[in-house]
């Protein structure tokens, strides 16, 4: 479901006063409002690493697995 499709079926709750209040929506479009924030998230976690990614794991303070996977179990 796209962005424009999602907003599209919103529905507004309006008070007594004739002013929007609240918005509703189907299970369906919140899952997928849910999946496209965690997807613009991933985005900018990646966007802000690439930088460090790129001058190598060592300068930028990686961590080996074979020394850390104990820590994971």
Not at 25 to 50: F, G, N, Q
């Amino acid at each position: 479901m796209s962005a424009l499709e999602m907003l599209k079926s919103v529905q507004f709750v309006v008070g007594q006063d004739g002013r929007p209040s609240a918005v509703q929506m189907s299970i369906e479009t919140w899952d997928a409002v849910l999946e496209w924030l965690e997807d613009v998230e991933d985005r900018l976690v990646v966007k802000e690493a690439i930088p460090k990614l790129r001058v190598g794991p060592q300068k930028a303070g990686a961590l080996r697995w074979e020394e850390i996977k104990a820590e994971w179990n």
